[in-house]
């Protein structure tokens, strides 16, 4: 059966091969024009195209080798100067790149399964939690719609994160440890994960026993096992950095990897909390114009939601520097660390870490992409189908940040695509859990119910009623608010209710002792 779940997603995928595709496509064809036509001492300095290199070494080089076999297919895509070239060919080979390098991604998902507790064991393999969790990480809605119709390699690198996991849980922690440091310098946003990585491997590697009472046995410290991942890390820093190192350009590689000129927010706002926070601002706004609190003259127009990706200020409340965001995201992410390191609970503990990590830097980091939720469903995808709590939380999740990618998808032939999508998933997603545990209490109270039921209507406003509306000539960027706000809402509730369950959790004596 997971064969045939693979093989269905596949031809899926090929089907989906003359949807439209956005900037990233460009992107990636201008990346492999770069490292196929230029010396490696251009590489990051290269700027004829806007969209520059700004990913890690070991994903240039990934590049590099597609380049290899891109000259096949059409050697006119490899020239830097050729902007925005899109011939069939060109089209067909990215397309079936990330389709192809997306088997390791169902490598990974295949090693994950293997790690599910088979106790709740079914009769019916569809109730199976194997075959549930294979269906929500394979089928998954928006890895399909981000990858395979927007245009981007995330199933490949997620695949590496999803191997280095199931490598965790399998207590094979070098393999583990070296997949993760190798997927660092494939993309850096990996970072905001790392925390959970160095607790989990210091507190269940390095120190290789507890006492009774479940707390740390310090004499058990391993130097050897400390040495090793320190030079697995040192060693894959050299790989990738090294060159740059040596040619002097490590300063110029770091610039074009945190590029701080972009501003707080992406042209889209993330449905995070500097959603909730800007759309405050813009209310106070509104509110101080009219009852003559603000100069309206000194205040620029649609700033925060002008559709560009540059710096602005805040108008009533305080502006936000990326300083202050990180520090936000360092103190969100602070008492999952804690727990895990003072209430191990092993693979599932360092699951829960990783997806609060995940959430937090979602939450409160600088210029996020509203495609980075993924990287939190996912991996909560393997907790969904051990306890109903997780899953519950898992449902409101995944229902409110795939619909907040809507709007990633804005042409009209994608339209009944990624309703009817996100439809079969959501609804698969409901019942297959639903009937997992269907001998414990509702996965979702009433309130959350109805949240999510909103959706709906919002849909409907946003596509059908606004666009008929003379508001969609004075306000085009409405429907991008409401979306990333009323996301915002359900997305802030999964963090704080998995926070809440996470930090009030009792540890069994038998945990204790593991």
């Given at each position: 059966?997971?064969?045939?779940?693979?093989?269905?997603v596949?031809?899926?995928?090929?089907?989906?091969?003359?949807?439209?595709?956005?900037?990233?496509?460009?992107?990636?064809?201008?990346?492999?024009?770069?490292?196929?036509?230029?010396?490696?001492?251009?590489w990051?300095?290269?700027?004829?195209?806007?969209?520059?290199?700004?990913?890690?070494?070991?994903?240039?080089?990934?590049?590099?080798?597609?380049?290899h076999?891109?000259?096949?297919?059409?050697?006119?895509?490899?020239?830097?100067?050729?902007?925005?070239?899109?011939?069939?060919?060109?089209?067909?080979?990215?397309?079936?790149?990330?389709?192809?390098?997306?088997?390791?991604?169902?490598?990974?998902?295949?090693?994950?399964?293997?790690?599910?507790?088979?106790?709740?064991a079914?009769?019916?393999?569809?109730?199976?939690?194997?075959?549930?969790?294979?269906?929500?990480?394979?089928?998954?809605?928006?890895?399909?719609?981000?990858?395979?119709?927007?245009f981007?390699?995330n199933?490949?690198?997620?695949?590496?994160?999803?191997?280095?996991?199931?490598?965790?849980?399998q207590?094979?922690?070098?393999?583990?440890?070296l997949?993760?440091?190798?997927?660092?310098?494939?993309?850096?946003?990996?970072?905001?994960?790392?925390?959970?990585?160095?607790?989990?491997?210091?507190?269940?590697?390095?120190?290789?026993?507890?006492?009774?009472?479940?707390?740390?046995?310090?004499?058990?410290?391993?130097?050897?096992?400390?040495?090793?991942?320190g030079?697995?890390?040192?060693?894959?820093?050299?790989?990738?950095?090294?060159?740059?190192?040596?040619?002097?350009q490590?300063?110029?590689?770091?610039?074009?990897?945190?590029?701080?000129?972009?501003?707080?927010?992406?042209?889209?706002?993330?449905?995070?909390?500097?959603?909730?926070?800007?759309?405050?601002?813009?209310?106070?706004?509104?509110?101080?114009?009219?009852?003559n609190?603000?100069?309206?003259?000194?205040?620029?127009?649609?700033?925060?939601?002008?559709?560009?990706?540059?710096?602005?200020?805040?108008?009533?409340?305080?502006?936000?520097?990326?300083?202050?965001?990180l520090?936000?995201?360092?103190?969100?992410?602070?008492?999952?660390?804690?727990?895990?390191?003072?209430k191990?609970?092993?693979?599932?503990?360092f699951?829960q870490?990783?997806?609060?990590?995940?959430?937090?830097?979602?939450?409160?980091?600088?210029?996020?992409?509203?495609?980075?939720?993924?990287?939190?469903?996912?991996?909560?995808?393997?907790?969904?189908?051990?306890?109903?709590?997780d899953a519950?939380?898992?449902?409101?999740?995944?229902?409110?940040?795939?619909?907040?990618?809507?709007?990633l998808?804005?042409?009209?032939?994608?339209?009944?695509i990624?309703?009817?999508?996100?439809?079969?998933?959501?609804?698969?997603?409901?019942?297959?859990?639903?009937?997992?545990?269907?001998?414990?209490?509702?996965?979702?109270?009433?309130?959350?119910?109805?949240?999510?039921?909103?959706?709906v209507?919002?849909?409907?406003f946003?596509?059908?009623?606004?666009?008929?509306?003379?508001w969609?000539?004075?306000?085009?960027?409405?429907?991008?608010?409401?979306?990333s706000v009323?996301?915002?809402?359900?997305?802030?509730?999964?963090?704080?209710?998995?926070?809440?369950?996470?930090?009030?959790e009792?540890?069994?004596?038998?945990?204790?002792?593991?």
């Amino acid at each position: 059966w997971f064969r045939a779940l693979a093989l269905g997603v596949s031809f899926l995928k090929c089907l989906l091969i003359p949807a439209y595709y956005s900037t990233d496509f460009e992107v990636h064809r201008n990346w492999l024009a770069i490292t196929h036509s230029l010396p490696l001492s251009r590489w990051y300095y290269e700027a004829t195209s806007e969209w520059t290199l700004d990913y890690p070494p070991f994903f240039a080089w990934f590049e590099y080798a597609l380049s290899h076999i891109a000259k096949y297919f059409d050697p006119q895509m490899l020239v830097v100067e050729n902007l925005n070239y899109a011939s069939r060919a060109t089209v067909f080979f990215q397309r079936l790149s990330v389709i192809f390098t997306d088997t390791l991604f169902i490598y990974a998902v295949h090693e994950c399964c293997r790690c599910v507790n088979g106790k709740r064991a079914a009769k019916d393999i569809l109730e199976k939690p194997t075959f549930i969790l294979a269906v929500l990480l394979l089928w998954n809605f928006g890895l399909l719609i981000v990858d395979h119709i927007h245009f981007q390699y995330n199933g490949f690198l997620f695949g590496l994160m999803l191997l280095s996991v199931a490598r965790l849980c399998q207590k094979r922690y070098l393999e583990g440890a070296l997949l993760f440091a190798v997927l660092l310098h494939f993309k850096h946003i990996y970072m905001y994960v790392a925390p959970a990585y160095g607790i989990y491997l210091l507190r269940s590697y390095c120190f290789t026993a507890n006492n009774a009472d479940g707390s740390l046995k310090w004499r058990s410290f391993s130097f050897l096992h400390v040495t090793l991942l320190g030079l697995i890390v040192c060693l894959v820093s050299a790989l990738s950095l090294g060159p740059f190192l040596v040619l002097g350009q490590l300063p110029q590689v770091i610039s074009r990897l945190f590029p701080f000129k972009r501003g707080l927010c992406h042209a889209y706002w993330a449905p995070n909390f500097w959603a909730l926070y800007n759309a405050m601002d813009k209310a106070l706004t509104i509110l101080g114009l009219k009852c003559n609190f603000l100069d309206g003259t000194k205040i620029p127009k649609a700033s925060m939601t002008g559709g560009l990706v540059q710096e602005f200020q805040h108008t009533v409340l305080p502006s936000v520097t990326p300083l202050a965001t990180l520090i936000c995201t360092f103190i969100a992410i602070l008492p999952s660390v804690f727990c895990l390191w003072f209430k191990p609970q092993g693979p599932r503990g360092f699951l829960q870490c990783l997806v609060l990590c995940a959430l937090s830097s979602f939450m409160f980091g600088w210029h996020v992409h509203e495609k980075a939720i993924l990287l939190a469903i996912l991996p909560l995808s393997l907790l969904s189908i051990q306890r109903a709590k997780d899953a519950g939380i898992y449902l409101i999740l995944a229902t409110t940040g795939h619909f907040s990618l809507f709007p990633l998808l804005f042409t009209p032939p994608e339209l009944p695509i990624k309703i009817l999508l996100m439809l079969l998933f959501t609804v698969y997603s409901f019942s297959s859990l639903k009937s997992l545990f269907r001998r414990e209490k509702p996965l979702l109270n009433w309130l959350e119910t109805i949240y999510l039921i909103q959706l709906v209507p919002l849909e409907i406003f946003c596509e059908i009623v606004f666009p008929l509306t003379p508001w969609k000539r004075h306000y085009p960027f409405v429907p991008l608010l409401l979306t990333s706000v009323y996301c915002a809402l359900g997305i802030t509730y999964a963090w704080l209710k998995l926070y809440v369950s996470v930090l009030t959790e009792r540890i069994s004596v038998r945990q204790k002792a593991e």
